[in-house]
């Protein structure tokens, strides 16, 4: 059976296609056939944190106007042969997909892939019914801001507007500032919203360091944030995987930083 | 905050995380019912349903709302009441 999930978080900047590619080449390691739609166009993203941006041909506008068939607009993953990006295109405007055609486009992708994930553009104007219309549920990204969490809140009330299933991943955890009580944490994040979450990612600054070189930081599983990701594609898979308490410093280290100062 | 907070990780006062959780609750609570009059124009069929079991209401005069303070929210209703129900008590 395959599943259909839209990445989306109604604010911008939180990691959305961050988030899409990272779980896509997880997916991919895991041996399932994987593709990642991007339909944030005129905007698009996914192309280059998955280094694909050159290998571009068709995008997904060609595709909904049937000018080409998906299959000659995919491109293929440089090192996992069973991941696909549909990528969309970076000249056209959030107009030029119906969202009747990326239904009809999902369908059809169904039957050939194990796992097609949609990265949703920010905001909630016609991109967003465009791309969470033939979605089976989503994942609402945030991080631990009021305005990001705020955001969040709406997306979801749109999201259960049209019966989607909805899991959480609460993303750029700082644990110092958790644990000194300056942050929302997880949990508290959960109680606002009320939905389950799946995946507590920690701010890592190799994130950048991998987007950087075109790779989501999923490869990179010495990193926190790799971990944290793969614990997430862990449970989209089925697996039960709990959630494990983040390192932070120890008092010896906050030492240095209060007299370091 | 204090060197002996920054070495302990504490304060007395009540923690940014915890004011952060508060104002996101409140605004929730408007943010959602913002979202249709046409929930809360049902929620006010409701309650003059319940209501006038017990007593007759001028349901013309009826008003609800969600107002708030600082810190809740609350769903006030004005419900002038024209006459009691001489079987209000017995019912149930």
Not at chain 1, 34 to 54: F, H
Not at chain 1, 86 to 99: F, G, M, N, R, Y
């Amino acid at each position: 059976m395959s599943e259909v999930i839209v990445i989306t978080s109604g604010k911008g900047g939180v990691g959305k296609s961050t988030t899409t590619a990272s779980l896509g080449v997880g997916l991919a390691m895991r041996g399932k056939k994987v593709a990642l739609i991007d339909t944030d166009t005129g905007l698009r993203n996914l192309d280059i944190l998955l280094g694909l941006e050159r290998r571009i041909v068709y995008t997904l506008v060609d595709v909904a106007q049937k000018r080409v068939n998906y299959g000659q607009a995919l491109v293929r993953h440089k090192k996992y042969s069973n991941l696909f990006l549909l990528p969309t295109s970076q000249v056209a405007d959030k107009t030029a997909i119906e969202p009747e055609q990326m239904k009809q486009l999902v369908d059809t992708m169904r039957h050939e892939f194990d796992f097609i994930l949609i990265d949703c553009p920010a905001g909630i104007e016609q991109g967003f019914q465009t791309a969470v219309i033939g979605a089976d549920w989503a994942v609402v990204v945030t991080i631990p801001e009021v305005s990001a969490v705020r955001d969040a809140d709406k997306i979801i009330g749109r999201l259960q507007a049209v019966n989607k299933d909805i899991k959480l991943i609460v993303n750029r955890i700082d644990p110092q500032m958790v644990k000194a009580g300056t942050m929302l944490d997880m949990t508290s994040i959960d109680d606002i919203l009320s939905l389950p979450c799946i995946g507590q990612i920690p701010d890592d600054r190799e994130v950048i360091n991998a987007s950087n070189q075109g790779i989501p930081i999923i490869e990179w599983n010495n990193t926190a944030a790799g971990r944290a990701y793969d614990d997430v594609v862990g449970r989209i898979c089925g697996e039960d995987i709990p959630f494990k308490p983040f390192e932070t410093e120890g008092f010896f280290a906050r030492l240095k930083h209060v007299f370091g100062h | 905050m204090s060197i002996w907070d920054k070495l302990f990780g504490g304060s007395n006062n009540r923690s940014s995380k915890q004011i952060a959780h508060d104002r996101l609750k409140v605004v929730l609570i408007h943010d959602r019912a913002n979202v249709s009059p046409e929930v809360m124009n049902h929620i006010k069929n409701d309650i003059i349903e319940v209501i006038s079991h017990y007593m007759d209401i001028d349901k013309n005069a009826m008003e609800i709302a969600l107002e708030n303070d600082a810190d809740s929210v609350a769903l006030v209703a004005n419900i002038p009441v024209n006459n009691m129900r001489h079987d209000a008590g017995r019912r149930r």
